[in-house]
């Protein structure tokens, strides 16, 4: 017989990113993928020299440079911080190794980012997705169902918050609320890699849950705002238990030397993390008032991207549009892998990736 993997893994649907090109164009612009259109800081340049004496060695394993920066911008306890050379993508994943059995139960809404799908089979473990909440304008996630979701055997609950794809949130008070209903075994994921973008004032990106609660945990990345897709730097911010558990099980070396000074120069400089704001503030909302002006339905979106919703069919279908644009040079992301077959993603891009992005959706609706 076979080497097997355990019950679960080969029922994984391998995870698929966004398009990068487009075969036979040699200028396209990629708005599928959420990254950041300004790039990373200036300073990052630096940093990656300062690494260039060092390639040769193995790094600091704990990443305590990297984790110093984070705790002085964050105001957070170093000690409490884990990073992860692999993405926040690592962390959510090493989460579930570390406290899944099989059989356990996670709960997380039915539109909700696809790795939390992934970890949970990983470990021959459970899926429950919850279904969100639509309302004309918005597709959320519903804290009442969720919880009515739990049961013994529930371990887990993965929320991203803003969601990836539909880009809503849950504020302060319903995810106090969606705490205050969970048993203090289960442990909560808030994976806040969008929580940079958001402005609203009742928004909590999940620092203040960690500090109170021994079952929260808070996710956040390098990938989205500041620019560092690339790279590949995540960090969690979680109770000095958790952290325990998840230094025992990460790689020795997770962080590369690289990433840690990479990381730790992006997220000191704040000229450039409000500039990457401002752009989003600007550019945000006039792509959603200038698609939902060819009749198309956007969501409301607090984070660095749009869903657009297509007649289900007929001549303006998703995948009608999404060739159309791919014709003309740009990129967006289909995410019927997430649920949503008859939508677009569209990551704010540059102000010519945005103005060329809604004249090609203009065209398309009119031809
Ligand atoms: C909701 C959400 N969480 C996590 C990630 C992964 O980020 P990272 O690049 O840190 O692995 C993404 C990336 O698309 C995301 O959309």
């Known amino acids: 017989m076979n080497p097997t993997p355990k019950p679960g893994i080969l029922d994984i649907s391998p995870y698929v990113g966004g398009r990068a090109a487009v075969p036979g164009m040699a200028k396209v612009f990629k708005l599928s993928s959420n990254e950041s259109p300004l790039g990373p800081s200036p300073a990052v340049l630096a940093a990656l020299e300062a690494a260039r004496p060092s390639l040769s060695l193995y790094p600091e394993g704990s990443a305590a440079l990297l984790r110093e920066a984070i705790g002085e911008v964050y105001h957070l306890d170093p000690a409490r911080i884990v990073t992860s050379g692999d993405g926040s993508d690592a962390l959510l994943t090493m989460l579930a190794n570390a406290y899944l059995q099989p059989g356990d139960e996670v709960v997380f809404s039915e539109h909700a980012f696809l790795v939390y799908k992934i970890a949970t089979q990983a470990n021959s473990a459970v899926p429950v997705m919850v279904p969100e909440k639509t309302t004309n304008q918005t597709i959320k996630v519903d804290v009442e169902a969720m919880l009515a979701a739990v049961t013994a055997k529930t371990r887990m609950v993965y929320i991203a918050n803003p969601n990836n794809p539909t880009g809503s949130c849950l504020n302060r008070d319903e995810m106090a609320r969606l705490h205050a209903g969970l048993p203090e075994n289960v442990l909560l994921v808030i994976d806040s890699a969008y929580g940079e973008y958001v402005t609203a004032k009742d928004y909590e990106a999940g620092i203040a849950l960690v500090s109170k609660f021994d079952n929260v945990v808070m996710t956040r990345t390098f990938s989205k705002l500041y620019g560092l897709a690339g790279l590949r730097i995540g960090w969690m911010y979680a109770p000095a238990r958790v952290c325990n558990v998840i230094n025992r099980i990460r790689g020795p070396f997770n962080t590369a030397l690289i990433q840690q000074l990479a990381g730790a120069a992006a997220i ?19 792509i959603t008032a200038e698609i939902r002006k060819t009749g198309l339905r956007v969501d409301d979106s607090v984070a660095n991207f749009v869903l657009i919703h297509f007649p289900v069919d007929g001549e303006k279908t998703a995948a009608k549009a999404d060739t159309f644009l791919m014709q003309g040079g740009v990129i967006l992301r289909g995410v019927a892998s ?13 102000e010519e990736q945005n103005r060329l992005a809604v004249k090609l959706l203009q065209q398309f609706m009119v031809a």
Not at 272 to 286: D, G, Q, S, Y
């Open 268 to 286: 000191r400089d704040r000229e450039h993390f409000w500039k990457a704001v401002e752009h989003n503030n600007t550019w945000l909302p006039w």
């Open 338 to 350: 997430y649920g949503l077959p008859d939508c677009l993603r569209m990551t704010v891009g540059t």
